[in-house]
T-cell receptor, first 113, second 112 residues
Framework: GAGVSQSPRYKVAKRGQDVALRCDPI?????LFWYQQALGQGPEFLTY????????KSGLPSDRFFAERPEGSVSTLKIQRTQQEDSAVYLC???????????FGDGTRLSIL | RKEVEQDPGPFNVPEGATVAFNCTYS??????FFWYRQDCRKEPKLLMS???SGNEDGRFTAQLNRASQYISLLIRDSKLSDSATYLC?????????????FGTGTRLLVSP
């Protein structure tokens, strides 16, 4: 489809494992965002890319969280040594420029046991 | 104090009713304002932007009061399909991109 695609849709991991979440933005969209949405809360900003440059990572909750977008299209959010508090839906959004409306993917629902 | 605050609800209304949601934001320098809609286990979708002059899109009317740092959404003639969570969203500063700050959402349930 033409929308933002995220995979996997669901991920279950044991505490301490590393996970990698993938985002395929809409083709041609230069801006890409990651958000974390805990149960019963609104999404919270994690990080922002413009093409391959990570311009803002102020929302990443700890140094266990790492995001990359090496070729300016697909992005990966990696969480190392997962903890139970990392359980949430991770949403990716893209837009054609910084101030255009953000289009969200369906999210990856991460559960840490 | 949260940067964007809204009543979590739920608001239970019958079909055809008019319902209003309110939201306050703490950063007076905030640049732009939106309402997003999120269905259960789905992604947020932009419902409408909010302008100081107020704006309307069909049955939906949004208002912004910068002096009171207050945003509202009015839904007229509610439909069953309006049942969802409505997220108040603010872009708090001139960062060069939309660094969106979301409220917790207000849940609306429209019943027959």
């Amino acid at each position: 489809g033409a929308g933002v695609s995220q995979s996997p849709r669901y991920k279950v991991a044991k505490r301490g494992q590393d996970v990698a979440l993938r985002c395929d933005p809409i083709s041609g969209h230069v801006s890409l965002f990651w958000y974390q949405q805990a149960l019963g809360q609104g999404p919270e900003f994690l990080t922002y890319f413009q093409n391959e440059a990570q311009l803002d990572k102020s929302g990443l909750p700890s140094d266990r969280f790492f995001a990359e977008r090496p070729e300016g299209s697909v992005s990966t959010l990696k969480i190392q040594r997962t903890q139970q508090e990392d359980s949430a839906v991770y949403l990716c959004a893209s837009t054609s420029s910084g101030y255009q409306p953000q289009h969200f993917g369906d999210g990856t629902r991460l559960s840490i046991l | 104090r949260k940067e964007v605050e809204q009543d979590p609800g739920p608001f239970n209304v019958p079909e055809g009713a008019t319902v209003a949601f309110n939201c306050t934001y703490s950063n007076s320098a905030s640049q732009s304002f939106f309402w997003y809609r999120q269905d259960c286990r789905k992604e947020p979708k932009l419902l409408m932007s909010v302008y100081s002059s107020g704006n309307e899109d069909g049955r939906f009317t949004a208002q912004l009061n910068r002096a009171s740092q207050y945003i509202s959404l009015l839904i007229r003639d509610s439909k069953l399909s309006d049942s969802a969570t409505y997220l108040c969203v603010v872009n708090p500063a001139n960062t060069g991109f939309q660094k969106l700050v979301f409220g917790t959402g207000t849940r609306l349930l429209v019943s027959p």
